[in-house]
């Protein structure tokens, strides 16, 4: 099932609303679970409440099938290069001239939207970020503190889950390189580039265990599966608030992203659409949703503004990925580059994929190790959509047939509830390949994640960290 | 030409008020001068990022182009078609060719005030287009020769005089330098080192100045990223300190051999049957096809530098074929007549010669040596500075850039032997080079170089007895004591020079004698075009009053006094010293 089939669907579900265009109730394409919840109390209940009609959803989950259909919604919560994909080619309207309401203390908008907030089809809410983050109880007294030791399989060895993308992953490598922040696109852009990246990357094969599925990260780094995975900070933040997770979050190298509202080029009710657009972007709905979600808000005032979470109590400020402390060396994602990018880079990235996968036949992550053709099932025209239209949006378009269960949106499932999941001890394998003898994998004391292995070096010498200034 | 001296403006005050004023005047040249200078860098430097990515030149644009033909069609017809552009563009300049730092060097050391605006807006736009379009040059020549003209355009407006102007040339330059790298103490030693080469006390308080306004709007307007960034680099033993210096000497070498490819495309260009203005298009087009298969010989090549600092991104022989491969294609561009510096990619050739020594270091050595960036950057430094004969300005960016001590130290101890070397083979700098090739040899010292540039032509006198050619000794007699002279130049009826009758010689002669009979056999003649360099040399063995000076033609023009040959000779050295030693 895909978005195209489920879309008409859903949509003659809400026929007779729709049916009157400007009247019935405003249709907004957006991720679901409780990042939609929250999404209905702060933005979609008091916009319906201020008179301007219902709010009706339909589920999205990634990439630009969603603008095909015949009926599409009339607004949808994109990533930004996703939305500058689609405008690009003609499927979005233009928001150009859209004028924003000011912050409540008057700085007009312009000036209060974060730099880049704005392009021509879409306007960023809020923003998130792809960090890197470990298993706290599996190191030592010697943690990572920098994404070098991402590649360090001597100092922190172990299992690394990654997101089978190549947005993340290349920059990182490029980073634990050397490479400065406002070179690595540049750099990426260079065969040279491209292949020092895939190589750096690959001193982790073996290591790796790709993910697809936002939630898989957290899962994995709580069974102990890996050691250090890469994820969604707001996954990673709720598992921590819900169940106390060992989670501790790297924010060095994380990779921010933006997330936009954009009107289709076929919405019927175009004029709500930018009403809900001027209500949602404001100050105050800005900064209660970050409350809620640990996304930081696109405007400074609302950042201000953003105070304690409303049921765990916590300051939710610094748990933000645009916090001055956690932003220190955030890679900025550049939209434009991958929107424009993304086919090519993805097939390279996915014929290295495979070559590792090859060579490594006995690789306990076989089974999660897709070619290009088995992630994009479909017609091939969403096929080419897919790629070309972000990172991510590969796995959401094939999985959006799923309705809410496609769940690699990094903006769901907040506050989720839920039992720590136990899964079988996935690797006795890497802990032979990586030199952990049997004795040291159970003599360890009963605390669930107790047997990992330590790294060797803190093994009783107190050597110090081998640190890249 | 003749030295402006033009008074200071306004009555001079004295005490408080009078040191006041001077401070005033150091300030505002200083930030004025910084500001402009400093708008300018950036503005170029952006521009020349912007015209890459939409000409397809940048990799970011080449990778975002669509595929198919537009790009390798665009990689040919950007670059021959900027060099069309630019051979265009130098046909508005006199000398038919891009000016540069050179000009800023030889206008200083020579004190002759002489820096026009016109072919340093001309050659900056043609900088411009040609990093626009690709060509491989270098971006912080034509900064500092920008830098540099428009300080002293501001010393005109000014109305300054000339150690004063050209202490405003030496604050373009540094805010140039301190904007583009984003290293304001490189830039007021840049100033130092290789514009004024000398450190007044006078000169330090404005360059500085400008220097820090400079890193100041470097941060705060168009802010451009560092050329390059090294986030980490340690020497890992002690005894590589003793390799460094063997890798600079090398890499002196390497600058010598791609100074001399410069000068010999150079030469080889002026014997093509090619007129000037359709070289630097055959330049672009030969670059633009080389650049099908190695795309990273166009542009300035801030990827290759970076790929050089990183283990395993290049294997050695394609460290030697990009290292040859670069050196030729920069050779190439600007021998053929595009517009640019050589810094830059002298930056990119010796990190590529630094990473190769390195890496065959570490191939003898099994591995146990320091981190390639360590070479890159020794090799870097060693081999730009003998490029620009700056050691230390080049060791100085590397501290600026990386903050790092230790890399610091490893830099030097590479620059130290390399400009010897350098210089003792080639000489102090391509730019010295450059000047010695149009006659302004500054080998041996500024003295020379400031008297031979200036010529007699300003001390000229029409105030001196001439006689006809037929005159009689009684005559020229007269004409002696009318003129309350000792001597006579005799004219023939065309007004040519016929010779120099002196008194001495025509105590005894009869008056009806030809005065002419008694002229001297080996009288000295001098032209306008004499240089006073010349004329004191010429006059080392004479005694008299003064010197025929005579056009192309043999006709009289005038006399120079020796009194006013002296008193020049002796003000222009006053005026060096005071620039050079004067506090205030």
């Known amino acids: ?469 | 030409m003749t030295r402006r001296s033009l008074p200071p403006t306004g009555p001079e005050p004295t005490g408080p008020g009078r040191f006041g004023i001077q401070v005033a005047r150091v300030v505002a040249l200083g930030v004025l001068t910084g500001l402009a200078a400093a708008l300018l860098a950036n503005a170029f430097v952006a521009a020349i990022g912007w015209l890459n990515e939409w000409l397809l030149i940048s990799p970011r644009a080449r990778m975002m182009a669509s595929e198919g033909i537009w790009l390798p069609l665009a990689t040919i017809a950007v670059p021959t078609l900027g060099g069309l552009l630019v051979g265009y563009l130098h046909r508005w300049i006199r000398e038919q060719r891009p000016h540069g730092p050179a000009e800023v060097i030889a206008a200083v050391q020579t004190r002759q005030d002489d820096l026009p605006a016109r072919p340093a807006l001309i050659s900056g736009v043609s900088s411009l287009v040609s990093l626009g379009s690709g060509a491989s040059v270098g971006q912080y020549g034509p900064l500092v020769h920008m830098g540099g003209s428009l300080g002293a355009l501001l010393a005109r407006l000014l109305r300054s005089d000339v150690t004063v102007g050209n202490i405003a040339v030496a604050c373009g330059v540094a805010s140039a330098i301190a904007t583009a790298f984003n290293a304001p103490i490189a830039g007021i030693l840049f100033a130092h080192e290789v514009i004024l080469r000398h450190f007044a006390l006078r000169a330090f308080a404005p360059v500085a100045l400008a220097a820090i306004t400079g890193y100041v709007v470097a941060n705060a307007v168009l802010a451009q990223p560092p050329l390059f960034q090294i986030e980490s680099a340690a020497v890992r033993h002690i005894w590589e300190f003793g390799l460094f210096p063997i890798l600079g000497v090398a890499s002196a070498l390497v600058a010598v051999a791609y100074m001399h490819a410069i000068l010999g495309v150079g030469r080889m260009a002026r014997r093509l049957p090619l007129p000037a203005v359709g070289r630097p298009a055959l330049a672009g087009m030969g670059l633009g096809l080389v650049a099908l298969w190695f795309p990273e010989i166009l542009g300035i090549g801030a990827q290759t530098l970076r790929f050089a600092f990183i283990e395993g991104a290049f294997a050695q022989w394609e460290l030697l074929l990009v290292l040859v491969l670069k050196l030729l294609a920069t050779a190439w561009c600007l021998g053929m007549g595009f517009s640019g510096g050589v810094f830059s990619p002298a930056l990119v050739i010796g990190s590529l010669f630094g990473a190769l020594f390195g890496s065959v270091l570490g191939m003898l050595f099994g591995g146990g040596t320091s981190e390639l960036v360590v070479f890159a950057v020794c090799g870097m430094v060693a081999v730009t500075a003998p490029v620009i004969g700056a050691p230390l300005t080049t060791v100085v960016i590397v501290f600026e850039l990386t903050g790092s001590y230790e890399l610091t130290i490893a830099a030097l101890a590479s620059v130290a032997l390399a400009n010897l070397v350098a210089s003792r083979i080639f000489g102090r700098s391509l730019f010295d080079r450059q000047l010695r090739d149009r006659d302004l040899d500054l080998s041996r010292g500024r003295s020379k170089a400031l008297l031979a540039s200036r010529t007699i032509a300003g001390l000229v006198s029409t105030h001196h007895p001439t006689a006809p050619a037929a005159a009689r000794v009684a005559d020229a007699r007269k004409a002696m004591q009318s003129g309350d002279a000792t001597s006579c130049h005799l004219v023939d009826d065309t007004g040519r020079y016929v010779g120099t009758l002196r008194l001495q010689r025509i105590l005894e002669a009869p008056d009806h004698a030809l005065a002419r009979g008694y002229c001297g056999r080996d009288e000295i003649v001098m032209n306008a075009e004499t240089t006073v360099w010349d004329a004191m040399n010429l006059l080392r063995d004479f005694v008299g009053e003064g010197v025929a000076v005579v056009d192309a033609r043999n006709r009289l023009l005038g006399t120079v006094f020796e009194s006013d040959l002296i008193r020049d000779y002796l003000d222009t050295l006053e005026d060096m010293r005071r620039e050079e030693h004067a506090t205030r």
């Not at chain 1, 070179?183 to 852009?189: A, K, Q």
């Not at chain 1, 509830?417 to 990586?434: A, L, S």
Request: glycine letters at 10%; proline letters at 8%.
């Open chain 1, 1 to 469: 099932m895909t978005v195209g089939r489920v879309l008409p669907l859903l949509l003659s579900l809400l026929a007779p609303a729709a049916a009157t265009p400007e009247e019935g109730a405003l249709i907004i394409g957006t991720w679901g679970g409780s990042y939609e919840a929250a999404q209905r109390e702060i933005l979609f209940a008091p916009f319906e409440r201020d008179g301007n009609g219902t709010i009706a959803s339909v589920p999205y989950s990634g990439g630009l099938s969603i603008l095909h259909a015949e009926d599409p919604p009339d607004l949808v919560d994109m990533s930004m290069s996703e939305a500058m994909a689609a405008c690009e080619a003609g499927l979005l309207q233009s928001l150009e001239g859209l004028e924003l309401p000011p912050s409540a203390g008057g700085i007009p908008a312009r000036d209060d939207f974060l730099p880049g907030s704005r392009e021509r089809c879409a306007i960023t809410h809020t923003i998130f970020a792809t960090v890197i983050a470990y298993n706290r109880q599996a190191f030592g007294s010697v943690r990572p503190r920098r994404l070098q030791h991402l590649f360090d399989l001597d100092e922190f060895p172990g299992p690394r889950a990654l997101q089978a993308t190549p947005a993340g992953n290349l920059e990182w490598a490029l980073r634990s390189l050397g490479v400065p922040r406002a070179e690595l696109y540049s750099v990426l852009s260079t065969q040279r580039g491209l292949d020092l990246a895939l190589d750096q990357l690959d001193t982790l094969s073996g290591s790796i265990r790709w993910w697809r599925d936002g939630d898989e990260p957290v899962r994995m780094l709580e069974t102990g599966e890996v050691v250090m995975a890469s994820g969604f900070n707001g996954r990673f933040f709720n598992a921590r608030l819900d169940h106390g997770s060992p989670i501790e979050i790297l924010w060095d190298g994380q990779l921010q992203e933006r997330q936009t509202w954009v009107i289709p080029r076929g919405a019927a009710r175009p004029d709500r659409a930018r009403e809900f657009i001027r209500y949602a972007t404001g100050t105050e709905p800005l900064a209660r949703l970050a409350e809620r979600m640990a996304y930081g808000p696109a405007r400074r005032s609302a950042l201000r503004l953003v105070g304690r979470h409303p049921q765990a109590g916590i300051d939710m400020g610094i748990q933000l990925p645009t916090h001055p402390y956690n932003a220190e060396s955030a890679i900025k994602k550049d939209a434009q580059w991958y929107a424009q990018t993304y086919h090519r880079v993805l097939d390279r990235f996915e014929a290295w994929r495979a070559g590792t996968a090859a060579q490594q036949t006995t690789g306990p992550d076989q089974g999660s190790l897709h070619p290009v053709s088995m992630v994009i099932p479909g017609s091939e025209r969403r096929n080419r959509d897919a790629i070309r239209s972000g990172p991510g949006t590969a796995h959401r378009s094939a999985a959006a047939g799923n309705g809410r269960s496609a769940q690699a949106s990094p903006a769901r499932d907040i506050g989720r509830g839920g039992v720590m999941e136990v899964g079988p001890r996935p690797y006795t394998q890497w802990e032979v390949r990586h030199g952990g003898s049997a004795s040291r994998a159970t003599s360890s004391s009963a605390s669930p994640i107790n047997w990992l292995p330590r790294p060797p070096c803190s093994a009783g010498s107190m050597e110090p960290p081998r640190l890249s200034q």
